[in-house]
């Protein structure tokens, strides 16, 4: 049982380093995820690197191609559309619930992240920028208290990084500055329609910025990419 729990706990790993080296755009739509290098990458074996992948194919991170491998999701246009209409849908009750079930504890969690968010710009930390800008939106769903919400959001907010590093300037910030912070000054207040509001004016703001039309391809430094 300790021998199948490790492996488990291998494969979920391989599977979130995967997932933030997207988040951060450090893998670009695409790109072949060749298990070989991955296992050489992670010092697994093949099979645990392939379980992984099959983890994030269900998630939509990657797509598995018959006879061809792996490689990093390319969402189309109408993806991106989609995408964020469903989380039109799903963040404005996401902050009505941060509202409704957040504490003092969580408002500082809330700020310290958005914190963290303006470190990574004063630094132009692109990289650290686009993560950090998503794992707020799936803070928010955490503190909202609703888990199958939250999964959804753990689902979304990487498929978003994902369209952004297809679809978006790269010097375009993943989130407009300050609208995190005057989202979570609107939940502090209890105002549940200005925050509803105000979510909704975000993601539209986001959206906007984007850029539908192909992305161009990347150099990858497969020996560099999880250091």
């Known amino acids: ?3 199948t729990d490790t492996s488990k706990s291998d ?14 755009h450090r893998l670009p739509p695409g790109v072949k995820l060749a298990e070989e290098r991955l296992a050489e990458a992670f010092d697994v074996s093949r099979t ?5 992948l099959t983890v994030l194919a269900k998630e939509g991170l990657v797509t598995l191609y018959p006879n061809r491998g792996a490689f ?23 902050v009505r619930n941060v509202i409704a079930r957040g504490s003092k504890a969580d408002l500082k969690k809330l700020r310290a992240h958005i914190a963290k968010e303006a470190d990574a710009r004063a630094s132009n930390d692109r990289r650290a920028v686009i993560k950090l800008s998503g794992e707020f939106h799936m803070l928010l769903a955490r503190i909202g208290g609703n888990r199958f919400v ?12 994902l369209i952004i590093a297809l679809y978006d300037s790269p010097n375009t910030p993943a989130c407009p500055e300050d609208e995190h912070s005057a989202l979570v000054d609107a939940i502090e207040r209890k ?14 703001h986001v959206e906007d910025e984007l850029r539908l039309s192909a992305g161009a391809k990347v150099d990858i430094d497969w020996d560099r990419m999880f250091a």
Request: hydrophobic share 50%.
């Open 1 to 3: 049982m300790a021998t």
């Open 11 to 24: 494969i979920v790993l391989i599977a979130e380093r995967i997932t933030n080296a997207i988040m951060e």
């Open 48 to 52: 645990k690197v392939r379980h992984a």
């Open 72 to 94: 990093v999701a390319s969402p189309s246009v109408q993806d991106a559309r989609d995408v964020f209409a469903v989380r039109r849908l799903l963040e404005p009750e996401v």
């Open 150 to 161: 939250s999964k959804l959001m753990d689902e979304l907010c990487p498929l978003t990084c």
């Open 191 to 204: 105002d549940a329609a200005s925050a509803s509001e105000m979510m909704l004016h975000h993601l539209q």
